[in-house]
Nanobody
Framework: QVQLVESGGGLVRAGDSLTLSCSAS????????MAWFRQAQRREREFVAA????????RVAASVKDRFTISRDNAKETIYLQMNKLNDGDTAVYYC???????????????WGQGTQVTVSS
């Protein structure tokens, strides 16, 4: 069982930057593809970014591609989501997920964190 814990969310102003982190409770994070999804109120869970276990393959949603960067540090069992130039459209709960493929749908991932709230004020 892999347990994921997100951190780094908060209230920021439009134009600010924020970095989210996701750590695993066991030493298996390096074996999984990792991803970030987000879910705004009254909306479906939305793919944000994913990165393969070796970090050799990454995919970022077109809507945030110029502003968000995903990375991972397998030695620290942690992945990151660097978010720049935030706007109110980025307000959502951000979830970390672990799976075996670089997929863009939630059902591609087996393990999920509890989420961290990001609120952008305009």
């Amino acid at each position: 069982q892999v347990q994921l814990v997100e951190s780094g969310g908060g209230l920021v102003r439009a134009g600010d930057s924020l970095t989210l982190s996701c750590s695993a409770s066991v030493r298996t994070l390096s074996a999984h593809t990792m991803a970030w999804f987000r879910q705004a109120q009254r909306r479906e869970r939305e793919f944000v970014a994913a990165i393969s276990w070796s970090a050799g393959s990454a995919r970022v949603a077109a809507s945030v591609k110029d502003r968000f960067t995903i990375s991972r540090d397998n030695a620290k069992e942690t992945i990151y989501l660097q978010m720049n130039k935030l706007n109110d459209g980025d307000t959502a709960v951000y979830y970390c997920a672990a799976g075996s493929v670089v997929g863009v749908t939630p059902d591609s991932y087996t393990y999920w964190g509890q989420g961290t709230q990001v609120t952008v004020s305009s």
